[in-house]
């Protein structure tokens, strides 16, 4: 039998407030891996809620050069494309702060969703357990690039990154890690901003197999969500 979901529930009144509470996590959870193991290895997702707590980030006081980054999807762009996750975490975060930069790992989603699911899933076979795991959450339930109806939701297998020819959020051509590979993981945060998540969260809380309650870590994740997720109100951010 598959090991089920934990879920710890998170409601916030705005996304301010969630963004505050996502920062304190990772940077605990850094904290923690760091005194523990010597190294911090973070997962991050693409999306609107995340870059937002990566603007944040820049301004943190950590090990910086304890920190190894990993992405959980990528669009398959060419290098630098504005619109590949790993681009949009390097612009808000990563170039600004002094993590090594053989230390930031993106997929190379240039080769294609095969050639680069190929080559990520070998880089990945030498990365253990990963002490954070960051996800987002779509309006149709989808995580990272596990859409729903895709190809993977068959299988009783995957490789631990996974092509994706077809998803219905552009482009439709991506690499995934896989649920299995984003749940050998000691955390995994979830973060679901806007009132546009409503059913998507519901679905989820009410227990209907959505792609996002198949990420399964043995201590459980943590779903940090608001309703107020409208960009109009950061901008009266002091
Ligand atoms: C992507 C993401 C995707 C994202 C969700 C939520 O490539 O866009 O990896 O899984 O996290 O779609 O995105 P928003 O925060 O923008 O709603």
Redesign the pocket.
Request: glycine share 30%.
């Given at each position: 039998m598959k090991p089920g979901q934990t879920c710890r529930w998170h409601a916030f009144p705005d996304q301010v407030a969630l963004e505050q509470a996502a920062l304190r996590f990772m940077l605990e959870s850094a904290e923690q891996a760091i005194a523990e193991r010597g190294v911090f290895r973070l997962v991050l997702?693409?999306?609107?809620?995340?870059r937002r707590l990566y603007q944040v980030l820049r301004q943190a006081q950590t090990g910086w050069s304890a920190w190894h980054i990993y992405f959980?999807?990528e669009?398959c762009l060419p290098a630098g494309a504005p619109e590949r996750?790993s681009h949009m975490a390097r612009l808000a975060w990563l170039d600004q702060v002094s993590i090594p930069a053989a230390q930031i790992h993106p997929i190379p989603a240039e080769l294609g969703p095969e050639g680069g699911a190929g080559r990520y899933a070998r880089e990945l076979a030498q990365v253990g357990e990963f002490d954070l795991v960051l996800?987002?959450?779509?309006e149709d339930g989808?995580?990272?690039?596990l859409f729903p109806g895709g190809a993977w939701e068959g299988e009783a297998w995957l490789p631990a990154a996974i092509p994706v020819l077809d998803a219905p959020?552009p482009p439709p051509q991506r690499v995934s890690l896989s649920p299995a590979r984003l749940s050998l993981a000691s955390r995994v945060l979830f973060l679901a901003s806007?009132e546009a998540k409503r059913p998507a969260l519901m679905a989820w809380r009410e227990g209907q197999p959505i792609p996002a309650s198949r990420i399964c870590p043995p201590a459980g994740v943590d779903v940090f969500f608001c309703f107020d997720g409208d960009p109009a109100h950061r901008a009266n951010r002091p």
């Open positions: 997702s693409g999306g609107t809620t995340p959980g999807d669009r996750n996800l987002g959450l779509g989808h995580t990272a690039s959020k806007g």
